[in-house]
């Protein structure tokens, strides 16, 4: 039990480096920021990126957020409610 509680706190510090990033740097921000900004925060070495398709499967699951396209580059911000008129505007 202890390896698994291990294992998910560095997932848990990488998420909450994310959504102070959003809260910081929003409303749009540009998933590649945050997958960086994730992956610091975990602490991860890997050698592969993460892609923005599994970081937004990590954080949905946590946080109110959504992921919108622009001209084929990625962007997460809060999904404060469902009216994206505001956001299109932006």
């Known amino acids: 039990m202890k390896s698994s509680?291990?294992?998910?706190?560095?997932?848990?510090?990488g998420t909450v480096a994310?959504?102070?990033y959003i809260l910081k740097h929003g409303p749009l921000v540009p998933t590649?920021?945050?997958?960086n900004v994730?992956?610091?925060a975990k602490g991860s070495s890997r050698k592969r990126k993460i892609m923005s398709v599994e970081l937004f499967d990590i954080?949905?699951?946590?946080l109110n957020i959504i992921q919108v396209y622009i001209k084929g580059q990625a962007f997460i911000c809060e999904n404060t409610s469902s009216d994206f008129?505001?956001?299109i505007s932006f």
């Open 85 to 87: 008129q505001p956001l």
């Open 38 to 40: 994730y992956e610091m």
């Open 5 to 13: 509680l291990s294992k998910d706190r560095p997932s848990e510090h």
């Open 59 to 62: 954080l949905s699951k946590h």
């Open 32 to 35: 590649s920021e945050l997958c």
């Open 18 to 20: 994310v959504a102070q």
